[in-house]
C-alpha cells in the first residue's frame, strides 16, 4: 500500500538495524510514550531487531489504558440510564470498570452505541431530541481536537441533550511525573508522532533540558521507529539531550495551530487522575466555564465513588515502565483479553495486550545479531 | 432445476400484500399464497413439489456430510451479495470443506413483521440463481413469522447434505509436518464491506463481499488427485482463528509470511485506518487448504484456473512442535505469534 509499504521495507529495517547496532556501545533504556509504537514495536518485532544493551520500555500513551476506574464506573452508570444514548469509541466499550464493562451494560438493555468520531455522537443528539446524548471523551491531545469540535459544535446548534464525560490526558506532564518519580530508569523519549501533529514539539525543549534526555519526535511504522531509536541513541551516545523530529512528514515545530486554538476555546488544564499512576497535576483538559453545560458529570450528578483496583494487577508499573508484562504473575494465566484485570490488557494499544497477542507462548529469539 | 415459469418480477397476489404479515407465518390462507407464490416456484424441484412435511430421496452410495448455519447479517444487501446468496454460499462452501459435493439444501425464514414483500421476494431470487449455480436443490424449508421488532427484517437457516466420494481423510488432525498452507485468494473483503455499509464508512472505493462458493475449486483439488490435508472456510474470526484452530486439532506450528497473504490495497487501506487486522475480518468466499508440500506448486496453479481462487498463493507450512503454535513473519523479517482475535473486533481510538 502506497504511503505505507514504503516504511516497512525489510532490507531497509535491516539497514538501519545495522547502524544502530554500530553506534551501540552502552547499555540504554529508551521509553517509546505512545501505545501504537508499542503495539508497532511488538507486531512487527522491532525490537528482535536491536542490539541487547538497547531496552525498550513501554510508556503510558494509551488513551484507554490510562482512564481512571472511577470515570469507567461514570461511564457505566451513564450508559445504564434510560433515556441515555451513551456513545464511545470502540475499544472503550471493553474495558472493565469495578464491577462491568459497556458491552455488558448493552446486553442488559442500555443503549450503547460505538461510534468513529465525537462529531456522529452530535448528530445522534439532532436526530434524538427527546434522549440525551453522552459521548465518552477520552484520549490524548490526538483526539481532543475532534472533542472539542463536536462540542463546539453542540454549542453553535443549541443542543440542550448532548454532553461528554471527558476525561482527556495530556503527554508532557506525564513525561515530567515519570521522569521526577523515584526509580525512573527512562534514559531517553520517543515522543508520540501523532500528538505533536497536532500540538508541535515546542512544549518539550525545556523537559529535555530539565531532565538530560534525548526526545525524538518518532512515527509509527517500523522504519519511524528504527529511525526514533537510531536518533536517539545517536544522542546518548554523544552525551547530548536535544529534541529532534524523525516524523518530519507529518509534524511541524508548531504544529496544528487551528486545532490548537479550538482546543485553547473549549478546554483549560486541570489535574487529571492517570489509572495506575494517580494523580498528575495540570496533566488533562477539562471543559472551560463557556462550556460547562456540555459537561456530563456536572449535568447527571454522578458521584465521585473511589474504587480501588484489583490487588493482582500491576498495570500500574507497566504503565510507569517499570515492569514488563509477562513480569506479572497475573500474565496470561488470571489475566487475559477475556477475562482483563487491567485496561493494559484490553486496549488495541496496551502493553499487556500487545504482549498477550504477539508474544504469549515464547521469548523472541533475536532474528539479527551484529 | 425444472421451473419454466419463473417470474423475475413479485408475483401479482402478493402485490396485494406490500408488506409481509404476521398472517403469513399463522398456517392459513396467507401463509398457504406465500409458499405457492414465492417459494414454491422460485425453489421448484420433485422433491421440493411433492409438498410433504418432510423431503423424500435417495442416498448416493458414499459417506454422508451434513452441516448447519444461521445468517443474520445486517444490512440484508450489501457491496457484492445478499443474505440469500450468502445463506446457500455459506452452507455449500461448509460442505465443500470436507471435499462433499453438495446435494440438498433446507431453508429456514424467519421473517419481521412489515418486511417489504419485495424485499422477500429479492432475496428468494438470488437464493434460487445461487443454488442454481451451486448445482443444490432447496428440498424442504420452514417460514415464521415473528412481531415488529423481534428481528433485523430476515434471518435465515440453511442446512446442507452432500455425498463424501473420494477417499481422503480431510480433516484439521491429518495436517502433518511438510503440508503447505494454501489461501484461495486475497482476504478480508467480506467483513470490511459490511463495516464500511453498516458504520457508514466512506473509502475511496467501494469494497465488495467475496461471497461465492468456492466448490469448483475444492472439486478440481479431488479431482486432480492433490493429498489435500485440510480445508477450512475463512469466516468470522478469519485466516487467524482458521489456524489457530488446526494448530490445536494436529498440534503442529503453522508458519505463515505476511508478504505471502493477498490482501486488497483498499482492504488493507481501510483496515489501517479502523486499527483492524485483515487475518482476524471475515470472509464468505475464501478457504484455506493445506496440502503436502510436494503438490503445493500444482494445487496453486489449479485454484488459479478458477475465477473465485484466482489469486491463491502459498503462504507457509507445517512444522513439528512440541504445541500448537501459530507464527507469523513481518515485512521486516521479524516473527511473532498470529493469535485468535479475541471477541468482536473493535476499532481503535486514534
Known sequence: MKYLDEYRDGNLAQQLAREIHRVTTKPWTIMEVCGGQTHAIVKFGIDELLPK??????GPGCPVCVTPLEVIDKALELAARPGVIFTSFGDMLRVPGSATDLLSVKARGGDVRMVYSPLDAVQLAEQNPAREVVFFGVGFETTAPATALAVFQAAQKGLGNFSMLISHVLVPPAIEALMSAPGCRVQAFLAAGHVCAVMGYEEYPPLAAKYHVPIVVTGFEPLDILQGILMTVQQL????????????????????????????????????????????????????????????????????????????????????????????????????????????????????AAYYRYRRQAAPERAFSK | MTTPEFNAICPVPMQQYPH????????????????????????????????????????????????????????????????????????????????ARPLYLSCGFIIEEGL???????????????????????????????????????????????????????????????????????????????????????????????????????????????????????????????????????????????????????VHAAC?????????????????????????????????????????????NVAASTGPLVTIKSPIGASRILDMPSGEQLPRIC
Open chain 2, 20 to 99: 409481509v404479515l404476521m398472517a403469513h407465518g399463522g398456517g392459513g390462507r396467507l401463509m398457504h399464497q406465500l409458499l405457492e407464490t414465492v417459494f414454491g416456484p422460485a425453489f421448484s424441484n420433485p422433491i421440493l413439489d411433492a409438498r410433504h412435511d418432510s423431503a423424500q430421496f435417495s442416498v448416493p452410495p458414499g459417506k454422508l456430510a451434513m452441516t448447519t448455519d444461521s445468517y443474520v447479517v445486517r444490512p440484508l444487501f450489501f457491496p457484492g451479495g445478499d443474505i440469500g446468496s450468502m445463506a446457500i454460499h455459506g452452507t455449500v462452501n461448509d460442505l465443500a470443506m470436507s471435499g
Open chain 1, 53 to 58: 544493551q538497547i531496552t525498550l520500555i513501554h
Open chain 1, 237 to 352: 551516545e554523544s552525551g547530548r539531550a536535544e529534541v529532534e523530529n524523525q516524523y518530519a512528514r507529518a509534524v511541524t515545530r508548531r504544529g496544528n495551530q487551528p486545532a490548537q486554538e479550538l482546543i485553547r476555546k473549549v478546554f483549560q488544564v486541570v489535574p487529571r487522575k492517570w489509572r495506575g499512576v494517580g494523580e498528575i497535576p495540570q496533566s488533562g483538559l477539562g471543559l472551560t466555564a463557556a462550556y460547562a453545560a456540555f459537561d456530563a458529570e456536572r449535568k447527571f450528578g454522578v458521584a465521585n465513588r473511589p474504587v480501588a483496583e484489583p490487588a493482582d494487577c500491576v498495570a500500574g508499573l507497566v504503565l510507569q515502565g517499570l515492569k514488563k508484562p509477562h513480569e506479572c504473575p497475573a500474565f496470561a494465566g488470571k489475566c487475559t483479553p477475556e477475562h482483563p484485570l487491567g485496561a493494559t490488557m484490553v486496549s488495541s494499544e496496551g502493553a499487556c
Open chain 2, 272 to 316: 489501517e485506518m479502523l486499527g483492524l487486522d485483515p487475518l482476524h475480518v471475515a470472509n464468505e468466499g475464501r478457504f484455506v487448504a493445506f496440502v503436502a508440500g510436494p503438490d503445493a506448486g500444482r494445487a496453486v496453479e489449479i485454484l488459479r484456473h478458477h475465477e473465485v481462487s484466482a489469486q491463491a498463493a502459498v503462504i507457509g
Open chain 2, 116 to 266: 417489504p414483500m419485495e424485499t422477500l421476494w429479492r432475496v428468494v431470487s438470488s437464493m434460487r440463481a445461487a443454488a442454481q449455480q451451486c448445482g443444490v436443490q432447496i428440498v424442504t424449508g420452514d417460514t415464521k413469522v415473528v412481531d415488529q421488532g423481534k428481528g433485523d427484517g430476515l434471518y435465515l437457516n440453511t442446512t446442507g447434505i452432500g455425498v463424501i466420494e473420494h477417499e481422503l481423510p480431510i480433516a484439521p488432525t491429518s495436517v502433518m509436518p511438510g503440508d503447505a498452507v494454501i489461501v484461495s485468494g486475497d482476504l478480508g473483503r467480506h467483513g470490511m464491506a459490511i463495516m464500511a455499509v453498516r458504520e457508514g464508512l466512506q473509502f475511496e472505493s467501494t469494497i465488495e463481499s467475496d461471497s461465492a462458493s468456492v466448490r469448483n475449486p475444492v472439486r478440481a483439488l479431488l479431482k486432480a488427485g492433490i493429498a489435500v490435508r485440510c480445508l477450512r472456510d475463512l469466516t468470522r474470526g478469519g485466516l487467524a482463528s482458521a489456524l489457530n484452530e488446526i494448530a490445536a486439532a494436529a498440534g503442529v506450528k503453522i508458519a505463515i509470511e505476511q508478504k505471502a497473504v493477498p490482501v486488497r490495497e483498499d
